[in-house]
C-alpha cells in the first residue's frame, strides 16, 4: 500500500513542500529553525488550528469506538463465533487501529505541517499505516471468498471453509502484509536518501517507478478485479437460487428451511457486498487519480482523497448496525453492561428480539 503513499508524495512535491508564511514582522517560520534544510512551516488562524484538532480527535475517538463494539460482539458472543464473523473481526481490528494509530497522526500531520518524530518513527508510522490499509482490502478479499463459497457451493462450505482455516488465512494475510510494506518502505527509503529533493521536517518515502508499478498491481487492480469476479459471480448465482426456490416453495418444510438458508447467505452477502462497494469507491477515485502523475493537481484534492480511505474504517461498523440485527442486539447488551453477566456469552442473540 506504500504505492498510493510514494504517488501521493509526487503529487504533493513542488510548491506545496514550500508552505511558507511569514508573521506580522514578515519572518519565515521554520519546522526546524536551527537546520539549514528544514522545511518552512504553513500558516493556520488559531480558529483553524483548534476546530481541526476537535474534528481529528471526534473521528479517532468515533471510530475506535464503534468498530470496539464490534470487536467486543463477536468476540464475546460464541454463536458468532463463524468463520465469516472472523474475518469481519480481523477487519474490525484493521479499523480500530486506523482509528487508534493512523488518524491521530495523519491529523497531526496535516494540521502542523511538519513531522516532528524523526525519521525512524516516521518510517515505523508509513509501515504502519500501509499495513492496515493492506490489511484492510486483504480481509475483503477474504470476505469476498468466503461469500463465493457459501452462496455458490453451500454443500461445500462446512468442509472447505472452516474457523482453523479461517484464523489461519487471517494470520497469512496479516503476515504477508507486514513483509510487504516492511519491504516496500524501507528498501526505497535509500532511494531517497540517494535523490532527495525534499526539506527535512516531511514524512514521505519516495517510490521508485518499479515499486509504482508493483504496489499498483497488488494493492490496486488485483484485488479489484478478484473482488469484482467472485461478487459478479455470488450475485448470478443467487438470482438464479432465488428463481429455483420459488418455484419449489410447495415442496415442504425441508424446501422452506433450504429457502430461509439461502436467503441468509445471500442477505450476508449482500450486506458484505455494501461494505466492499463503499472501500472500493474510496479507493478507485485515489488511485486514478494517482497513476496520472499530474504535479497540477492540488495538494488539498489528495487530502481529500487520502482522508476518505481513513474515514472509510468508520463506515464499515455502521454498515453492520444497519444490515445486521445481531449487531443491533449485541450493543444493546454492550451498552447496558448485561455482558457482564453470567454465561451472557451463551445468549442466542440472533433469536432476542427484547
Not at 528544514?38 to 488559531?46: A, F, H, L, P, V
Amino acid at each position: 500500500m506504500k504505492g498510493q503513499e510514494g504517488e501521493q508524495n509526487k503529487l504533493l512535491t513542488g510548491g506545496d513542500f514550500l508552505m511558507a508564511y511569514e508573521t506580522e514582522d514578515h519572518e519565515t517560520q521554520y519546522c526546524f529553525p536551527a537546520i539549514n534544510s528544514s522545511c518552512i512551516k504553513g500558516k493556520r488562524s488559531t480558529h483553524e488550528y483548534n476546530f481541526m484538532y476537535m474534528f481529528f480527535s471526534l473521528l479517532s475517538a468515533f471510530t475506535v469506538f464503534l468498530n470496539l463494539l464490534v470487536i467486543i460482539s463477536i468476540s464475546h458472543f460464541k454463536k458468532l463465533h463463524t468463520p465469516t464473523n472472523l474475518l469481519i473481526l480481523s477487519l474490525a481490528v484493521a479499523d480500530l487501529l486506523v482509528g487508534l494509530i493512523v488518524i491521530p497522526v495523519e491529523g497531526i500531520k496535516l494540521i502542523e505541517t511538519c513531522w516532528f518524530f524523526g525519521d525512524t518513527y516516521c518510517g515505523l508510522f508509513i509501515t504502519m499505516s500501509g499495513l492496515l490499509l493492506s490489511a484492510s482490502l486483504s480481509n475483503l478479499i477474504l470476505i469476498a471468498v468466503d461469500r463465493y463459497m457459501a452462496v455458490c457451493h453451500p454443500l461445500l462450505y462446512p468442509q472447505k471453509i472452516t474457523t482453523i482455516k479461517t484464523l489461519m488465512s487471517i494470520c497469512l494475510c496479516w503476515f504477508c502484509c507486514s513483509i510487504y510494506n516492511f519491504t516496500i518502505v524501507f528498501s526505497n527509503s535509500y532511494f531517497d536518501t540517494l535523490h532527495r529533493t525534499v526539506c527535512y521536517g516531511k514524512c514521505i518515502v519516495m517510490i521508485s517507478s518499479a515499486w509504482s508499478f508493483t504496489d499498483l498491481t497488488l494493492s490496486f487492480l488485483f484485488p479489484c478485479i478478484v473482488i469484482f469476479t467472485l461478487y459478479l459471480r455470488i450475485f448470478c448465482v443467487a438470482q438464479r437460487q432465488v428463481k429455483a426456490i420459488n418455484s419449489l416453495l410447495k415442496g415442504g418444510k425441508n424446501v422452506i428451511e433450504n429457502s430461509a438458508r439461502r436467503k441468509s447467505e445471500s442477505k450476508a452477502a449482500l450486506t458484505l457486498g455494501c461494505i466492499v462497494t463503499v472501500y472500493l469507491c474510496c479507493w478507485i477515485p485515489y488511485y486514478i487519480l494517482s497513476v496520472t502523475e499530474q504535479t497540477i493537481i492540488s495538494s488539498t484534492t489528495i487530502s481529500i482523497l487520502s482522508w476518505a480511505l481513513y474515514m472509510n474504517s468508520s463506515l464499515n461498523p455502521l454498515i453492520y448496525a444497519l444490515f445486521y440485527h445481531w449487531f443491533k442486539i449485541s450493543i444493546k447488551h454492550i451498552l447496558t453492561l448485561t455482558i457482564f453477566q453470567p454465561a451472557s456469552s451463551l445468549l442466542d442473540i440472533f433469536t432476542d428480539h427484547s
